[in-house]
């Protein structure tokens, strides 16, 4: 059993659902990055996801655009964040970390190389945006399942129930949902949609669902815990993160503070049901 999967048959039982933060390996310095982690894991995250710096993130919005462009100016490569991680669990080995970002990077380094890197460095999970599981099949998947990776897919209100079996079938430790059309941090959710969607996805599938883009306050992530398995948090913290580049201490105190207010009002709602 993976730590993705061993994290939500514990959180299961406790009756609660996953926190899953998202940060951008680099932002606003790479020295930045692993502390980060341990201040996010100690703030209640219960999975981990660090962006691998890309400078054509075409899924992201501005807000993830410019943590990338911050990363990158610290020329920050996918072997500085596979180091990150490795650094990472030196002093955590229960956290699970999913690398999430776009093809080129791995297919530079090679899918074989990738693997067996992440592998070492202890990468739980790959969620590769442009990488739909058809094109997967015939070199990743098989790499990253010998590996003990969990592969990661991407659904969206437009996925049809064959791709969500599609999806359910290659992936593994959870399913993806975006829930607004769109980039990052876009627009503003219909929790209803979101709600008709995740019941839709939950009758065609097996893995846990994780619902992000558009949550931004504890408010919006306890209502997306009484919908989903798991609330991805992303560009609410990557704004923290540029709103006080200049100083680490504050990324830290802010993001760790919203982080808390959000795990509070997740298990209240948790405990209410």
């Not at 703030?43 to 691998?52: H, R, T």
């Amino acid at each position: 059993m993976s730590r993705i999967q061993t994290t939500f048959e514990n959180l299961k039982r406790e009756k609660r659902k996953a926190l899953i933060p998202f940060i951008t390996a680099g932002d606003p310095r790479p020295e930045f990055t692993v502390p980060m982690l341990h201040a996010m894991a100690a703030a209640g995250a219960d999975i981990l996801e660090l962006g691998v710096p890309f400078s054509d993130p075409m899924a992201d919005g501005p807000v993830i655009q410019r943590a990338s462009e911050r990363a990158l100016t610290h020329h920050v490569s996918l072997h500085q964040v596979l180091d990150m991680v490795a650094e990472f669990r030196r002093r955590d080995i229960q956290t699970p970390i999913v690398l999430m970002g776009y093809l080129n990077p791995l297919e530079r380094m090679g899918y074989r190389a990738f693997a067996e890197a992440a592998r070492k460095a202890g990468v739980d999970g790959v969620l590769t945006v442009d990488l739909p599981p058809e094109e997967a099949e015939a070199e990743m998947l098989p790499l990253l399942y010998e590996a003990g990776i969990d592969p990661i897919f991407l659904l969206a209100p437009t996925s049809t129930r064959g791709r969500i079996e599609k999806a359910d079938a290659a992936g593994r430790g959870y399913l993806y949902y975006v829930s607004l059309k769109g980039v990052t941090g876009a627009g503003h959710l219909d929790l209803e949609e979101v709600a008709r969607k995740v019941e839709e996805i939950r009758a065609a599938a097996r893995l846990p669902i994780g619902v992000g883009f558009g949550v931004k306050n504890a408010e919006t992530a306890a209502k997306m815990a009484q919908l989903a398995d798991a609330v991805v948090v992303g560009s609410a913290l990557v704004q923290k993160v540029e709103e006080n580049s200049g100083d680490p201490e504050r990324i830290e105190t802010a993001i760790v503070a919203l982080l808390k207010e959000m795990r509070a009002a997740m298990d209240k709602e948790a405990r209410a049901a």
